[in-house]
């Protein structure tokens, strides 16, 4: 009797130690990011480590490029994902108050959201200042608030309309479209000829639709960080559903075609010849290429030029995406954390690869103002001076735009309209007022005053 | 009968001995079971919002929760789902079991574990599966749909998505379904079956006169099962959401709002007051279920 307690005892301790053993391994201190696991090598074995997260497809180089050249400090980096997984991810490390990685890599547009909630340090103290005359004050806006800056920006998406040389050629179209309506007409002409869609409303990616709504002239959002519990939010204003009647005519007449863009089905489209334009930022062409884009058939096929205009003689530069690192209230040390934010693709080598690749849109003006940048022939354009003829003219063109601290909200409301667009069941009139309703709610429930 | 001092304690180190067998289990059914559930009640009943802190306010969350169109509109979704998926499932796995119990070939032995394969498929694999399968570019259906000159179409857009996962979902389980049927079945005392034949039975009478009511409990058993699961629906259409070109939306089933409210939103206070909430509309639903199947069933009694 005795021994068979003795063993169902012993039993239960083996279980609860194994559940012990489970429950560890989670904690922080001093020296938690010692033994963090990282994607690349670390170089200077000795130095403090600090953690970073970013998703740019040549981040491995530039973070080898950053470890090479720090002995007091080294990089360790992972992808959690791009955009939405990782701010899935990061979002629940601010909740949970740990799991957050020293250093994120953010969209402009996703800061507020993360500043309002506590989750990024200030890092005018730890330097950030020094930095500030790299970029132009809009850039430096985006990531500040007041005297605070809460990220280093690295990256910019001015847009342009990327489209298919012999697709053009092919339907006898002598020179990409100006404006809204040409887009349109060219469209029809393709379709009358029996070619492929001109272009994608992609439901997925709801930040072009509001870069479009913004160039008519809307205005989503109207924010001040220093008054951080009111907002005005104007998604159903005559120009937003303007432009989403626009796109929902397009695909109403079968203009455009309703895929997700970034995904293995929409890729395989663009390489295909399915589209004949598309309406992206200039750091596209390098997630593109990473997908397989531009090494086949379609090789030095593509070609940019200036974003269609509602207006002409009023042209307005959108952007779409780039990004900052930032800074986590969670780091372990926020002066080395900063350090790294600082100057992780800040380094000419870095830049130029990024760039180079299309992989980035460089924000530093030492890299804009160059002559390098403006006359270098893009292999993926076939040889244009894509930088020089559109890219930089667009960046300098860019006013900036505000953003809520409820982004991620936002676009996964204009996504379902976007979605529902597409399969026909909403006009665009209906959907902007779908978005209005549902993103002002939201807000009145998260405590804002709406205005 | 007076127990003597020895007896008594003979007695408690036999009754500490079995508490000392079931403690590991309940060990981990307390720290992963009851422990995040009473954590995740404590949690729906505060509110937060970005611009306010969090407050008190026990009904706030469920009056939201039965009021909120996403969550009504998944449980609309999992109750439609599940009306149409369970007797289609249940015909087929059922319908299956008979054939193979009939049958006592090679080729039966076979056939019953190739039905039951998927469901050793991990579902996450399975849907992976499945999603490739569906493609209209690099799927089997568009060349199929191809070689006569249509589109074909996407079985996880908006208008399609209902059919396109109730394939899946039945692929899944209609094998798991019929080894329990089928286990049933085996079990009946097949002298009945000689009975019925001397009495001039033939084999479909048998099938639906002596071995269906036979099995009835598995059935029930089942369709509980399959109701619960149902109601809870979150893997499949969670791994397809990312290809389903929208098709499934972050609000689609009650689960799949509650995780996205959690992690995308970081309320995580709401999104435990929808878990809550659904729990609520489980147990409605099973509890329904089995009043209606009182005068038959026996699961529970």
């Given at each position: 009797m005795k021994k068979r307690a003795l063993i169902a005892g012993l039993t239960a301790l083996v279980m609860a130690a194994g559940l012990a053993a489970c429950s560890g391994g989670g904690g922080g201190g001093?020296?938690?990011?010692?033994?963090a696991k990282c994607t690349n090598k670390i170089i200077h074995k000795d130095a403090p480590k600090v953690t970073a997260w970013a998703w740019y497809p040549n981040t491995q180089l530039v973070v080898d490029n950053f470890n090479k050249s720090h002995t007091d400090v080294q990089v360790c980096w992972n992808n959690v994902g791009q955009g939405g997984d990782e701010y899935d991810k990061f979002q629940t490390a601010v909740s949970a108050k740990k799991?957050?990685?020293?250093v994120v890599m953010l969209e402009a547009d996703h800061l507020a959201n993360y500043v309002i909630q506590g989750?990024?340090?200030?890092i005018s103290k730890y330097g950030a200042n020094k930095v500030?005359?790299?970029?132009s004050a809009g850039a430096w806006k985006d990531v500040s608030v007041g005297d605070a800056v809460y990220a280093a920006p690295i990256d910019g998406g001015p847009m342009g309309l990327i489209y298919r040389k012999d697709i053009f050629a092919k339907y006898g179209?002598?020179?990409?479209?100006?404006t809204w309506d040409e887009y349109a007409a060219d469209a029809q002409k393709v379709k009358d000829a029996g070619?492929?869609?001109?272009g994608d409303l992609g439901g997925n990616v709801p930040a072009v639709m509001m870069a479009l709504q913004i160039q008519k002239g809307a205005h989503p959002f109207q924010y001040d960080p220093t008054k951080p519990k009111e907002v005005g939010v104007k998604l159903d204003d005559p120009a937003s559903k303007q432009v989403l009647d626009y796109w929902a005519g397009l695909v109403k007449k079968g203009l455009v075609g309703t895929a997700d863009q970034f995904t293995a089905e929409y890729i395989s489209g663009v390489v295909g010849g399915k589209y004949a334009t598309y309406v992206s930022a200039a750091w596209a062409p390098g997630y593109l290429t990473g997908a397989g884009?531009?090494?086949?058939?379609?090789?030095?096929?593509f070609a940019v030029a200036p974003l269609p205009q509602w207006d002409p003689s009023n042209p307005v530069s959108v952007n779409w995406g780039g990004s900052a690192f930032a800074v986590t209230t969670?780091?372990?040390?926020k002066k080395l954390a900063a350090e790294v934010a600082l100057g992780l693709d800040a380094d000419p080598a870095s830049l130029e690869n990024g760039w180079k690749n299309l992989v980035i849109f460089p924000l530093n003006q030492t890299v804009l103002k160059s002559k390098e940048i403006a006359d270098y022939p893009l292999d993926f354009f076939g040889g244009q001076k894509a930088y020089g003829e559109v890219y930089i003219p667009a960046e300098n063109g860019y006013k900036g735009f505000t953003y809520s601290p409820f982004q991620v909200y936002y676009y996964a409301q204009l996504q379902k309209q976007l979605t529902a667009i597409n399969g026909g069941k909403i006009d665009g009139a209906g959907a902007a007022a779908a978005v209005q309703d549902a993103v002002v709610k939201y807000a009145k429930q998260q405590g804002f005053t709406v205005k | 009968m007076p127990t003597s001092p020895a007896q008594r304690a003979a007695n408690r180190r036999r009754t500490l001995t079995g508490w000392m067998f079931i403690l590991p289990f309940t060990l981990v059914f307390l720290v992963f079971l009851v422990a995040p559930l009473l954590y995740a009640f404590y949690n729906s009943l505060f509110t937060k919002g970005l611009a306010t802190g969090t407050v008190f306010a026990p009904l706030d969350n469920y009056i939201k929760a039965f009021t909120d169109p996403s969550f009504l509109g998944g449980v609309a979704f999992v109750v439609g789902f599940s009306l149409v998926l369970i007797p289609v499932q249940m015909i087929i796995s059922l319908a299956i079991a008979l054939v193979l119990d009939a049958v006592t070939t090679r080729f039966a032995r076979f056939a019953r574990l190739m039905i039951f394969l998927p469901y050793a498929i991990p579902a996450v694999i399975g849907a992976i599966m499945w999603g490739f399968l569906y493609s209209?570019?690099?799927?089997p259906l568009g060349q199929l749909f191809g070689l006569v000159g249509l589109k074909a179409p996407f079985l996880l857009d908006a208008s399609h998505v209902f059919g396109g996962l109730m394939n899946i979902v039945t692929w899944q389980w209609a094998g798991y379904y019929m080894i329990i049927i089928y286990a049933a079945l085996q079990g009946i005392d097949p002298t009945l079956y000689e009975a019925a034949r001397i009495d001039g039975a033939n084999a479909r009478q048998i099938a639906l006169r002596i071995k269906l009511p036979l099995v009835t409990n598995a059935l029930l058993l089942i369709l509980v099962f399959a109701l619960i699961g149902t109601l809870q629906f979150f893997t499949e259409p969670s791994v397809l959401r990312t290809i389903s070109n929208g098709g499934i939306?972050?609000?689609?089933?009650p689960n799949l709002y509650a995780y996205f409210t959690a992690f995308?939103?970081?309320q995580f206070n709401y999104a435990s007051a929808l878990s809550f909430a659904l729990g609520v509309v489980v147990f409605v639903c099973v509890y329904i279920f089995l009043f209606l199947t009182r005068k038959r069933g026996s699961f529970l009694s």
């Open positions: 001093a020296d938690a990011n010692a033994n799991g957050a990685p020293d989750a990024l340090v200030d500030k005359k790299n970029f179209i002598t020179k990409p479209p100006a070619g492929p869609l001109f884009v531009g090494k086949g058939n379609d090789k030095g096929q969670q780091a372990k040390d | 209209p570019t690099f799927g939306t972050q609000d689609f089933t995308s939103y970081a």
